[in-house]
């Protein structure tokens, strides 16, 4: 059964790869005419895999990047929201909460845009990184934000009694018990 559920899915796309383009919004599954689907001429691909190997290498990059620089902004400010005493707390939260409301993908577009042509970011790694790391640590920060709360606060108390500082507390205690929500 769970076979099946692997492989109907994936004989449904290989089908539809086979699919003209009217046939595949019709509502029969076999294909009234067949089509050459582009892998079939896969030689071609060997002559470029030096080229699309350099793609699959800057998306692996970007995508480590992105990964790294949003997770490491989320823990911090999701620990700092909940377990540092700081000025303005409600309204970080708030201005956090309220900007994932905003289609900010579309809106912000060409003030992105503006923004990295004056840093020179154009065509360069980091400046797909940045705004793909501007653009989601919102709702990481949020999320990081809940698991923090999910650890008790007396755990945090004491290792303050003990001497630790909020680095060390962080690194320490609080990462092992959140690593599930890192991930």
Same mark, same amino acid.
């Given at each position: 059964?769970?076979?099946?559920?692997?492989?109907?899915?994936?004989?449904?796309?290989?089908?539809?790869?086979?699919?003209?383009?009217?046939?595949?919004?019709?509502?029969?599954?076999?294909?009234?005419?067949?089509?050459?689907?582009?892998?079939?001429?896969?030689?071609?691909?060997?002559?470029?895999?030096?080229?699309?190997?350099?793609?699959?290498?800057?998306?692996?990059?970007?995508?480590?990047?992105?990964?790294? !620089?949003?997770?490491?902004?989320?823990?911090?400010?999701?620990?700092? @929201?909940?377990? +540092?005493?700081?000025?303005?707390?409600? %309204? #970080?939260?708030?201005?956090?909460?309220?900007?994932?409301?905003?289609?900010?993908?579309?809106?912000?577009?060409?003030?992105?845009?503006?923004?990295?042509?004056?840093?020179?970011?154009?065509?360069?790694?980091?400046?797909?990184?940045?705004?793909?790391?501007?653009?989601?640590?919102?709702?990481?920060?949020?999320?990081?934000?809940?698991?923090?709360?999910?650890?008790?606060?007396? !755990?945090?108390?004491?290792?303050?009694?003990?001497?630790?500082?909020? @680095?060390?507390? +962080?690194?320490?205690?609080?990462?092992? %018990? #959140?690593?599930?929500?890192?991930?």
């Amino acid at each position: 059964s769970s076979c099946l559920a692997i492989l109907l899915p994936f004989a449904w796309i290989l089908l539809m790869s086979f699919k003209s383009a009217p046939d595949t919004v019709q509502r029969y599954i076999w294909p009234k005419h067949f089509v050459s689907p582009w892998y079939v001429n896969y030689e071609s691909v060997f002559r470029r895999h030096d080229v699309i190997l350099g793609y699959l290498e800057r998306s692996l990059i970007v995508t480590a990047g992105t990964v790294l !620089l949003t997770t490491t902004a989320a823990v911090l400010a999701g620990y700092a @929201l909940v377990h +540092l005493r700081m000025p303005g707390k409600r %309204l #970080v939260i708030g201005i956090l909460v309220a900007s994932t409301f905003f289609p900010t993908r579309v809106t912000a577009l060409i003030g992105i845009y503006q923004m990295q042509d004056d840093l020179g970011l154009i065509n360069k790694t980091w400046g797909l990184m940045l705004p793909y790391t501007a653009l989601t640590v919102a709702i990481s920060v949020f999320i990081m934000r809940g698991v923090f709360q999910t650890v008790p606060r007396d !755990l945090m108390d004491s290792s303050r009694i003990d001497g630790a500082s909020s @680095l060390r507390a +962080l690194t320490g205690i609080m990462l092992p %018990l #959140v690593r599930n929500g890192i991930v």
